[in-house]
Protein backbone atom coordinates (compact mmCIF):
# COMPACT_ATOMS: atom_id res chain seq x y z
CA UNK A 1 0.00 0.00 0.00
CA UNK A 2 1.51 3.35 -1.07
CA UNK A 3 1.90 5.79 2.03
CA UNK A 4 -0.41 8.12 0.23
CA UNK A 5 -3.36 5.58 -0.12
CA UNK A 6 -6.79 5.75 1.72
CA UNK A 7 -7.02 2.85 4.72
CA UNK A 8 -9.21 0.05 4.03
CA UNK A 9 -12.92 1.13 3.98
CA UNK A 10 -14.74 -0.69 6.99
CA UNK A 11 -11.58 -0.80 9.31
CA UNK A 12 -11.99 -1.35 12.99
CA UNK A 13 -10.25 1.10 15.29
CA UNK A 14 -9.96 -0.88 18.44
CA UNK A 15 -9.15 0.43 22.10
CA UNK A 16 -6.47 -1.45 22.61
CA UNK A 17 -6.53 -0.01 26.14
CA UNK A 18 -9.91 -1.55 27.08
CA UNK A 19 -8.85 -4.42 29.27
CA UNK A 20 -9.61 -8.35 28.40
CA UNK A 21 -10.55 -10.85 30.45
CA UNK A 22 -10.77 -14.59 30.60
CA UNK A 23 -12.10 -17.49 32.19
CA UNK A 24 -12.25 -20.78 31.61
CA UNK A 25 -15.80 -22.07 30.85
CA UNK A 26 -15.05 -25.69 30.29
CA UNK A 27 -12.21 -28.45 28.95
CA UNK A 28 -11.84 -31.36 27.34
CA UNK A 29 -10.06 -34.25 27.21
CA UNK A 30 -9.31 -35.44 22.95
CA UNK A 31 -6.31 -38.93 22.18
CA UNK A 32 -3.40 -37.79 23.91
CA UNK A 33 -3.88 -33.82 25.70
CA UNK A 34 -6.59 -31.73 27.05
CA UNK A 35 -8.11 -28.30 25.84
CA UNK A 36 -9.19 -25.79 27.52
CA UNK A 37 -12.32 -23.37 26.29
CA UNK A 38 -11.91 -19.82 27.63
CA UNK A 39 -14.36 -16.97 27.35
CA UNK A 40 -12.61 -13.91 26.68
CA UNK A 41 -13.97 -10.31 27.23
CA UNK A 42 -13.59 -7.12 26.15
CA UNK A 43 -14.98 -4.31 28.46
CA UNK A 44 -18.08 -4.31 30.45
CA UNK A 45 -20.04 -5.77 28.00
CA UNK A 46 -21.41 -9.94 28.00
CA UNK A 47 -22.33 -9.19 24.36
CA UNK A 48 -18.49 -8.30 23.45
CA UNK A 49 -17.34 -11.79 24.16
CA UNK A 50 -15.89 -15.05 22.28
CA UNK A 51 -14.65 -18.46 23.30
CA UNK A 52 -11.27 -19.20 22.11
CA UNK A 53 -9.88 -22.91 22.63
CA UNK A 54 -6.19 -23.48 24.28
CA UNK A 55 -4.19 -26.05 25.17
CA UNK A 56 -1.19 -26.36 27.95
CA UNK A 57 1.26 -25.90 25.40
CA UNK A 58 -0.10 -22.97 23.91
CA UNK A 59 -0.38 -21.53 27.94
CA UNK A 60 3.58 -22.65 27.62
CA UNK A 61 4.71 -21.03 24.52
CA UNK A 62 3.34 -17.70 26.29
CA UNK A 63 4.76 -18.17 29.30
CA UNK A 64 8.16 -18.44 27.21
CA UNK A 65 7.78 -15.44 25.04
CA UNK A 66 6.64 -13.68 28.41
CA UNK A 67 9.82 -14.33 30.64
CA UNK A 68 11.70 -11.46 28.55
CA UNK A 69 9.68 -9.52 31.34
CA UNK A 70 11.64 -11.14 34.07
CA UNK A 71 8.63 -11.71 36.14
CA UNK A 72 7.33 -15.38 38.41
CA UNK A 73 4.20 -16.09 36.58
CA UNK A 74 2.03 -19.16 37.97
CA UNK A 75 2.12 -21.07 35.55
CA UNK A 76 1.01 -24.55 36.58
CA UNK A 77 4.09 -26.98 36.06
CA UNK A 78 4.20 -29.68 33.27
CA UNK A 79 3.05 -33.19 33.77
CA UNK A 80 4.07 -36.21 31.72
CA UNK A 81 2.51 -39.00 33.48
CA UNK A 82 -1.15 -38.83 34.73
CA UNK A 83 -1.86 -35.78 32.62
CA UNK A 84 -5.04 -37.41 31.50
CA UNK A 85 -6.55 -37.96 35.07
CA UNK A 86 -10.31 -35.88 35.70
CA UNK A 87 -9.07 -34.40 39.64
CA UNK A 88 -4.97 -33.69 37.81
CA UNK A 89 -7.25 -32.05 34.99
CA UNK A 90 -9.87 -29.87 37.45
CA UNK A 91 -6.30 -28.96 39.57
CA UNK A 92 -4.83 -27.55 36.63
CA UNK A 93 -7.58 -25.65 34.95
CA UNK A 94 -7.77 -23.83 38.22
CA UNK A 95 -3.97 -22.97 38.02
CA UNK A 96 -4.41 -21.89 34.39
CA UNK A 97 -7.22 -19.31 35.36
CA UNK A 98 -4.83 -18.10 37.64
CA UNK A 99 -2.01 -17.72 35.55
CA UNK A 100 -4.96 -16.23 32.74
CA UNK A 101 -6.07 -13.73 35.90
CA UNK A 102 -2.31 -12.63 36.80
CA UNK A 103 -1.27 -11.18 33.30
CA UNK A 104 -5.02 -9.74 32.55
CA UNK A 105 -4.40 -7.64 35.59
CA UNK A 106 -0.66 -6.70 35.40
CA UNK A 107 -0.97 -3.23 33.49
CA UNK A 108 2.10 -3.30 31.09
CA UNK A 109 1.29 -7.47 30.62
CA UNK A 110 -2.26 -6.95 29.63
CA UNK A 111 -1.27 -4.28 27.37
CA UNK A 112 1.28 -6.48 25.28
CA UNK A 113 1.10 -8.17 21.80
CA UNK A 114 1.25 -11.54 22.99
CA UNK A 115 -0.98 -11.77 25.39
CA UNK A 116 -3.78 -9.57 23.03
CA UNK A 117 -2.48 -12.33 20.22
CA UNK A 118 -3.21 -15.43 22.38
CA UNK A 119 -6.87 -14.36 24.19
CA UNK A 120 -8.16 -12.33 20.89
CA UNK A 121 -6.73 -13.75 17.48
CA UNK A 122 -8.93 -12.37 15.30
CA UNK A 123 -8.15 -8.54 15.47
CA UNK A 124 -4.45 -9.21 16.40
CA UNK A 125 -3.17 -11.67 13.88
CA UNK A 126 -1.73 -9.17 11.50
CA UNK A 127 2.35 -8.06 11.92
CA UNK A 128 2.59 -4.66 12.69
CA UNK A 129 6.30 -4.31 12.23
CA UNK A 130 5.61 -5.50 8.42
CA UNK A 131 2.79 -2.85 7.66
CA UNK A 132 5.01 -0.29 9.38
CA UNK A 133 8.14 -1.98 7.25
CA UNK A 134 6.11 -1.17 4.24
CA UNK A 135 4.86 2.15 4.78
CA UNK A 136 8.51 3.23 5.94
CA UNK A 137 9.70 1.92 2.70
CA UNK A 138 7.02 3.83 0.81
CA UNK A 139 8.15 6.96 2.20
CA UNK A 140 11.96 6.22 1.56
CA UNK A 141 11.11 6.33 -2.15
CA UNK A 142 10.55 9.98 -1.96
CA UNK A 143 12.76 10.86 0.33
CA UNK A 144 15.73 8.82 -0.40
CA UNK A 145 18.40 10.83 2.19
CA UNK A 146 17.12 8.81 4.92
CA UNK A 147 18.21 5.24 5.69
CA UNK A 148 17.53 2.66 7.83
CA UNK A 149 19.79 1.19 10.29
CA UNK A 150 17.51 -1.25 12.56
CA UNK A 151 14.55 -1.68 13.66
CA UNK A 152 14.14 -1.06 17.81
CA UNK A 153 11.91 -4.01 18.74
CA UNK A 154 8.91 -3.41 21.13
CA UNK A 155 10.83 -0.60 22.87
CA UNK A 156 7.33 0.92 23.39
CA UNK A 157 4.36 -0.55 24.98
CA UNK A 158 1.82 0.62 21.86
CA UNK A 159 0.86 -2.62 19.45
CA UNK A 160 0.63 -0.10 16.77
CA UNK A 161 3.46 2.43 17.05
CA UNK A 162 6.63 0.77 16.02
CA UNK A 163 10.72 2.20 16.12
CA UNK A 164 13.21 2.50 13.85
CA UNK A 165 16.98 3.61 14.34
CA UNK A 166 17.84 5.49 11.23
CA UNK A 167 20.70 8.05 9.96
CA UNK A 168 21.32 10.90 7.61
CA UNK A 169 23.10 9.33 4.19
CA UNK A 170 25.71 12.35 4.03
CA UNK A 171 26.16 11.81 8.14
CA UNK A 172 26.25 8.39 8.79
CA UNK A 173 27.53 8.94 12.69
CA UNK A 174 24.33 11.29 13.68
CA UNK A 175 21.49 8.89 14.83
CA UNK A 176 17.81 9.49 15.04
CA UNK A 177 14.21 7.65 15.57
CA UNK A 178 11.94 6.85 13.61
CA UNK A 179 8.16 6.37 15.03
CA UNK A 180 5.15 5.24 12.86
CA UNK A 181 1.87 4.49 14.62
CA UNK A 182 -1.51 3.72 12.91
CA UNK A 183 -4.98 5.99 13.56
CA UNK A 184 -6.56 5.04 17.08
CA UNK A 185 -10.93 5.29 17.75
CA UNK A 186 -10.15 9.08 18.96
CA UNK A 187 -9.38 10.38 15.42
CA UNK A 188 -11.99 13.12 14.85
CA UNK A 189 -9.88 15.75 12.69
CA UNK A 190 -10.62 15.33 8.90
CA UNK A 191 -7.77 13.91 6.68
CA UNK A 192 -6.71 17.34 5.96
CA UNK A 193 -6.57 18.73 9.29
CA UNK A 194 -4.72 16.26 10.58
CA UNK A 195 -2.10 15.92 8.15
CA UNK A 196 -1.71 19.51 8.26
CA UNK A 197 -1.53 19.89 11.62
CA UNK A 198 1.48 16.19 12.08
CA UNK A 199 3.35 18.62 9.58
CA UNK A 200 3.06 21.35 11.85
CA UNK A 201 4.76 19.57 14.55
CA UNK A 202 8.60 20.52 13.52
CA UNK A 203 7.82 24.00 14.06
CA UNK A 204 6.71 23.75 18.03
CA UNK A 205 9.50 25.00 19.60
CA UNK A 206 9.51 24.63 23.62
CA UNK A 207 12.29 24.52 26.01
CA UNK A 208 10.55 21.50 27.53
CA UNK A 209 9.34 19.79 24.26
CA UNK A 210 11.72 17.19 22.15
CA UNK A 211 12.14 18.63 19.17
CA UNK A 212 10.28 16.60 16.28
CA UNK A 213 12.80 16.86 12.73
CA UNK A 214 10.42 15.79 10.46
CA UNK A 215 7.08 14.80 10.09
CA UNK A 216 4.28 13.52 7.45
CA UNK A 217 1.02 11.90 7.68
CA UNK A 218 -1.39 10.14 4.99
CA UNK A 219 -5.04 9.31 5.98
CA UNK A 220 -4.33 6.08 8.38
CA UNK A 221 -1.01 6.77 9.71
CA UNK A 222 2.05 9.10 10.71
CA UNK A 223 5.55 9.44 10.59
CA UNK A 224 7.57 11.08 12.98
CA UNK A 225 11.58 11.60 13.10
CA UNK A 226 13.32 12.68 16.04
CA UNK A 227 16.74 12.84 16.70
CA UNK A 228 18.06 9.72 19.19
CA UNK A 229 18.82 10.14 22.66
CA UNK A 230 21.77 8.03 24.39
CA UNK A 231 20.26 8.81 27.76
CA UNK A 232 17.03 7.56 27.38
CA UNK A 233 13.59 8.82 29.21
CA UNK A 234 12.43 9.62 32.51
CA UNK A 235 11.18 6.58 33.02
CA UNK A 236 14.70 4.87 31.83
CA UNK A 237 16.31 7.36 34.31
CA UNK A 238 14.21 5.59 37.30
CA UNK A 239 14.80 1.88 36.62
CA UNK A 240 18.41 2.43 35.01
CA UNK A 241 16.90 0.97 31.78
CA UNK A 242 18.80 0.93 29.00
CA UNK A 243 16.51 2.90 26.06
CA UNK A 244 16.59 0.65 23.19
CA UNK A 245 15.84 -2.92 25.36
CA UNK A 246 12.29 -4.20 24.59
CA UNK A 247 9.69 -2.66 26.93
CA UNK A 248 8.41 -5.77 29.07
CA UNK A 249 12.60 -6.30 29.74
CA UNK A 250 12.97 -3.13 30.86
CA UNK A 251 9.76 -2.07 33.24
CA UNK A 252 8.05 -4.89 34.46
CA UNK A 253 10.83 -5.93 37.24
CA UNK A 254 13.15 -3.64 38.10
CA UNK A 255 16.10 -5.33 39.63
CA UNK A 256 16.27 -2.14 41.95
CA UNK A 257 13.50 0.13 43.26
CA UNK A 258 14.58 3.19 44.12
CA UNK A 259 13.22 7.02 43.82
CA UNK A 260 14.86 10.08 42.46
CA UNK A 261 16.19 12.30 44.65
CA UNK A 262 13.40 15.47 45.63
CA UNK A 263 15.19 18.51 43.79
CA UNK A 264 15.15 16.34 40.71
CA UNK A 265 11.55 15.55 41.37
CA UNK A 266 10.87 19.05 42.34
CA UNK A 267 13.16 20.19 39.08
CA UNK A 268 11.58 17.77 36.61
CA UNK A 269 7.94 17.95 37.63
CA UNK A 270 8.08 21.90 37.80
CA UNK A 271 8.89 21.94 33.83
CA UNK A 272 6.40 19.36 33.35
CA UNK A 273 3.76 20.85 34.45
CA UNK A 274 4.90 23.89 32.58
CA UNK A 275 5.01 22.68 29.60
CA UNK A 276 1.61 20.96 30.13
CA UNK A 277 0.57 24.56 30.75
CA UNK A 278 1.71 25.99 28.32
CA UNK A 279 -0.27 23.29 25.90
CA UNK A 280 -3.45 23.80 27.77
CA UNK A 281 -3.33 27.65 27.00
CA UNK A 282 -3.10 26.94 23.24
CA UNK A 283 -5.86 24.72 23.32
CA UNK A 284 -3.39 21.81 22.00
CA UNK A 285 -4.87 18.29 23.15
CA UNK A 286 -1.76 16.13 25.02
CA UNK A 287 -3.48 13.56 27.63
CA UNK A 288 -0.55 11.03 26.65
CA UNK A 289 1.65 11.92 29.78
CA UNK A 290 3.72 9.12 31.68
CA UNK A 291 7.17 8.58 32.50
CA UNK A 292 8.70 7.23 28.99
CA UNK A 293 6.81 10.06 27.43
CA UNK A 294 9.50 11.98 28.73
CA UNK A 295 13.13 12.86 27.59
CA UNK A 296 15.66 13.56 29.41
CA UNK A 297 18.31 15.86 27.77
CA UNK A 298 20.96 17.76 29.94
CA UNK A 299 18.92 18.82 33.02
CA UNK A 300 15.86 19.01 31.46
CA UNK A 301 12.35 16.95 31.02
CA UNK A 302 11.20 17.11 27.69
CA UNK A 303 7.65 15.87 26.25
CA UNK A 304 7.13 13.69 23.58
CA UNK A 305 4.49 12.43 21.43
CA UNK A 306 2.51 15.43 20.70
CA UNK A 307 1.19 13.64 17.62
CA UNK A 308 -0.42 10.73 20.03
CA UNK A 309 -3.90 12.99 20.51
CA UNK A 310 -3.98 13.85 16.90
CA UNK A 311 -3.77 10.34 15.57
CA UNK A 312 -6.69 9.31 18.60
CA UNK A 313 -4.10 7.17 20.33
CA UNK A 314 -5.91 5.79 24.00
CA UNK A 315 -3.84 6.90 26.90
CA UNK A 316 -1.68 4.43 28.51
CA UNK A 317 -3.40 5.15 32.18
CA UNK A 318 -6.91 5.43 30.40
CA UNK A 319 -8.28 1.97 31.86
CA UNK A 320 -7.49 4.46 35.41
CA UNK A 321 -8.90 7.33 34.70
CA UNK A 322 -12.45 5.97 33.21
CA UNK A 323 -13.05 4.33 36.37
CA UNK A 324 -13.81 8.35 37.50
CA UNK A 325 -16.08 10.39 36.55
CA UNK A 326 -14.69 13.23 37.41
CA UNK A 327 -11.67 12.95 35.36
CA UNK A 328 -13.67 13.72 32.43
CA UNK A 329 -11.04 16.59 30.43
CA UNK A 330 -7.86 16.03 28.98
CA UNK A 331 -6.43 18.63 31.21
CA UNK A 332 -7.85 16.67 34.23
CA UNK A 333 -6.60 13.50 32.63
CA UNK A 334 -3.22 15.24 32.48
CA UNK A 335 -3.16 16.26 36.12
CA UNK A 336 -4.01 12.37 36.86
CA UNK A 337 -1.69 11.42 34.83
CA UNK A 338 1.00 13.51 36.31
CA UNK A 339 0.03 12.21 39.91
CA UNK A 340 1.12 8.79 38.69
CA UNK A 341 4.50 10.37 37.26
CA UNK A 342 5.09 11.73 40.20
CA UNK A 343 4.44 8.37 42.03
CA UNK A 344 7.27 6.79 40.25
CA UNK A 345 9.77 9.34 40.67
CA UNK A 346 9.06 9.63 44.47
CA UNK A 347 8.94 5.44 44.92
CA UNK A 348 10.58 4.31 42.08
CA UNK A 349 7.43 2.17 40.81
CA UNK A 350 4.10 3.05 40.12
CA UNK A 351 1.47 2.82 42.53
CA UNK A 352 0.12 -1.39 43.64
CA UNK A 353 -3.80 0.35 42.55
CA UNK A 354 -5.53 3.44 42.11
CA UNK A 355 -6.83 5.45 44.11
CA UNK A 356 -4.00 5.30 46.34
CA UNK A 357 -5.17 5.23 49.82
CA UNK A 358 -2.13 5.79 51.76
CA UNK A 359 1.23 6.72 50.95
CA UNK A 360 4.56 5.28 51.83
CA UNK A 361 7.07 7.81 53.03
CA UNK A 362 8.33 10.17 50.73
CA UNK A 363 11.25 12.50 50.62
CA UNK A 364 8.55 15.37 51.56
CA UNK A 365 5.26 16.00 52.90
CA UNK A 366 5.16 18.43 50.24
CA UNK A 367 5.36 15.64 47.49
CA UNK A 368 2.75 13.74 49.59
CA UNK A 369 0.28 16.97 49.31
CA UNK A 370 1.17 16.65 45.44
CA UNK A 371 0.30 13.26 45.57
CA UNK A 372 -2.91 13.12 47.27
CA UNK A 373 -4.71 15.95 45.38
CA UNK A 374 -4.36 13.54 42.44
CA UNK A 375 -4.07 9.85 43.29
CA UNK A 376 -6.02 9.46 46.48
CA UNK A 377 -9.83 8.51 46.81
CA UNK A 378 -11.17 11.58 47.37
CA UNK A 379 -9.35 13.70 44.26
CA UNK A 380 -10.28 11.14 41.79
CA UNK A 381 -14.23 11.11 43.60
CA UNK A 382 -13.78 15.02 43.85
CA UNK A 383 -12.23 15.85 40.93
CA UNK A 384 -8.56 17.11 40.39
CA UNK A 385 -7.01 20.06 40.54
CA UNK A 386 -5.92 22.32 37.72
CA UNK A 387 -2.25 22.79 36.49
CA UNK A 388 -1.98 26.48 37.66
CA UNK A 389 -2.85 25.02 41.28
CA UNK A 390 -0.40 22.69 41.30
CA UNK A 391 2.73 24.89 40.26
CA UNK A 392 1.19 27.47 43.40
CA UNK A 393 2.01 24.50 45.68
CA UNK A 394 5.12 24.35 48.07
CA UNK A 395 6.55 21.40 46.04
CA UNK A 396 6.81 23.64 42.70
CA UNK A 397 6.68 27.17 43.87
CA UNK A 398 10.17 27.65 44.95
CA UNK A 399 11.53 25.85 41.72
CA UNK A 400 13.98 28.52 39.75
CA UNK A 401 13.68 27.35 35.88
CA UNK A 402 16.88 29.01 33.52
CA UNK A 403 15.70 29.21 29.85
CA UNK A 404 16.66 31.13 27.34
CA UNK A 405 14.73 29.22 25.08
CA UNK A 406 11.54 31.38 23.65
CA UNK A 407 8.20 28.71 23.20
CA UNK A 408 6.73 29.09 20.11
CA UNK A 409 4.53 27.22 18.54
CA UNK A 410 1.85 28.65 16.02
CA UNK A 411 -1.58 27.10 15.11
CA UNK A 412 -3.79 28.62 13.03
CA UNK A 413 -6.56 29.91 13.95
CA UNK A 414 -9.11 27.41 11.67
CA UNK A 415 -6.68 24.33 13.26
CA UNK A 416 -7.52 25.82 17.08
CA UNK A 417 -11.50 25.18 15.69
CA UNK A 418 -11.02 21.62 14.58
CA UNK A 419 -8.28 20.83 17.64
CA UNK A 420 -11.44 22.38 19.78
CA UNK A 421 -13.84 19.94 18.21
CA UNK A 422 -11.76 17.08 17.94
CA UNK A 423 -10.93 17.38 22.16
CA UNK A 424 -14.47 17.35 22.97
CA UNK A 425 -15.62 14.61 20.45
CA UNK A 426 -12.12 12.37 22.90
CA UNK A 427 -14.16 13.65 25.96
CA UNK A 428 -17.22 13.17 25.25
CA UNK A 429 -16.24 8.88 23.92
CA UNK A 430 -14.67 9.33 27.57
CA UNK A 431 -17.44 10.48 29.42
CA UNK A 432 -19.85 7.79 27.90
CA UNK A 433 -17.59 4.80 28.74
CA UNK A 434 -17.38 6.74 32.31
CA UNK A 435 -21.00 6.01 32.06
CA UNK A 436 -20.92 2.80 30.71
CA UNK A 437 -18.36 1.48 34.26
CA UNK A 438 -20.29 3.26 36.28
CA UNK A 439 -23.65 2.20 35.37
CA UNK A 440 -22.41 -1.71 35.23
CA UNK A 441 -20.70 -0.80 38.21
CA UNK A 442 -24.15 -0.40 40.24
CA UNK A 443 -26.14 -3.10 38.56
CA UNK A 444 -23.47 -5.74 39.66
CA UNK A 445 -23.63 -4.33 42.98
CA UNK A 446 -27.37 -4.57 42.88
CA UNK A 447 -27.73 -7.72 41.33
CA UNK A 448 -25.14 -9.36 43.96
CA UNK A 449 -27.49 -7.40 46.66
CA UNK A 450 -30.97 -8.63 45.26
CA UNK A 451 -29.54 -12.48 44.53
CA UNK A 452 -28.73 -13.02 48.35
CA UNK A 453 -32.07 -10.90 49.52
CA UNK A 454 -33.82 -13.49 46.55
CA UNK A 455 -31.89 -16.31 48.32
CA UNK A 456 -32.78 -15.54 51.52
CA UNK A 457 -36.61 -14.79 51.03
CA UNK A 458 -36.64 -18.09 48.71
CA UNK A 459 -35.41 -20.60 51.82
CA UNK A 460 -38.00 -18.11 54.07
CA UNK A 461 -41.12 -18.65 51.79
CA UNK A 462 -39.88 -22.43 51.27
CA UNK A 463 -39.59 -22.99 54.65
CA UNK A 464 -42.72 -21.28 55.56
CA UNK A 465 -45.13 -23.67 52.75
CA UNK A 466 -43.19 -27.18 54.24
CA UNK A 467 -44.30 -25.73 57.93
CA UNK A 468 -47.46 -25.07 56.58
CA UNK A 469 -48.02 -28.86 54.70
CA UNK A 470 -46.89 -30.49 57.95
CA UNK A 471 -49.43 -28.55 59.76
CA UNK A 472 -52.19 -29.34 57.69
CA UNK A 473 -51.05 -33.19 57.52
CA UNK A 474 -51.17 -33.36 60.93
CA UNK A 475 -54.56 -31.50 61.24
CA UNK A 476 -56.14 -34.55 59.06
CA UNK A 477 -54.30 -37.07 60.66
CA UNK A 478 -55.83 -36.03 63.87
CA UNK A 479 -59.51 -35.55 62.12
CA UNK A 480 -59.28 -38.80 60.44
CA UNK A 481 -58.68 -41.10 63.92
CA UNK A 482 -61.33 -38.43 65.50
CA UNK A 483 -63.81 -39.26 63.02
CA UNK A 484 -63.19 -43.22 63.14
CA UNK A 485 -63.31 -43.51 66.98
CA UNK A 486 -66.89 -41.58 67.00
CA UNK A 487 -68.26 -43.70 64.14
CA UNK A 488 -67.19 -47.27 66.05
CA UNK A 489 -68.86 -45.74 69.27
CA UNK A 490 -72.17 -43.85 68.20
CA UNK A 491 -75.99 -44.86 67.87
CA UNK A 492 -78.21 -44.45 65.47
CA UNK A 493 -80.50 -42.29 67.48
CA UNK A 494 -77.92 -39.80 67.83
CA UNK A 495 -77.46 -36.69 65.37
CA UNK A 496 -75.53 -36.33 62.44
CA UNK A 497 -72.22 -35.27 63.34
CA UNK A 498 -70.42 -32.34 62.06
CA UNK A 499 -66.12 -33.39 61.29
CA UNK A 500 -63.94 -30.52 62.17
CA UNK A 501 -63.14 -30.38 58.45
CA UNK A 502 -66.44 -29.83 57.49
CA UNK A 503 -67.43 -26.26 56.72
CA UNK A 504 -69.41 -24.57 59.86
CA UNK A 505 -73.14 -23.15 58.65
CA UNK A 506 -72.63 -19.18 58.88
CA UNK A 507 -74.18 -17.54 61.18
CA UNK A 508 -77.30 -15.29 60.91
CA UNK A 509 -75.06 -12.81 63.07
CA UNK A 510 -72.86 -12.70 59.88
CA UNK A 511 -75.80 -11.57 57.37
CA UNK A 512 -77.36 -9.63 59.96
CA UNK A 513 -77.28 -5.31 58.93
CA UNK A 514 -74.85 -3.79 61.02
Not at 234 to 251: Q, T
Not at 487 to 513: C, D, F
Amino acid sequence: MAFMEKPPAGKVLLDDTVPLTAAIEASQSLQSHTEYIIRVQRGISVENSWQIVRRYSDFDLLNNSLQIAGLSLPLPPKKLIGNMDREFIAERQKGLQNYLNVITTNHILSNCELVKKFLDPNNYSASYTEIALQQVSMFFRSEPKWEVVEPLKDIGWRIRKKYFLMKIKNQPKERLVLSWADLGPDKYLSDKDFQYLIKLLPSCLHPYIYRVTFATANESSALLIRMFNEKGTLKDLIYKAKPKDPFLRKYCNPKKIQGLELQQIKTYGRQILEVLKFLHDKGFPYGHLHASNVMLEGDACRLLDLENSLLGLPSFYRSYFSQFRKINTLESVDVHCFGHLLYEMTYGRPPDSVPVDSFPPAPSMAVVAVLESTLSCEACKNGMPTVSRLLQMPLFSDVLLTTSEKPQFKIPTKLKEALRIAKECIEKRLIEEQKQIHQHRRLTRAQSHHGSEEERKKRKILARKKSKRSAVENNEEHSAKYSNSNNSAGSGASSPLTSPSSPTPPSTAEHAPF
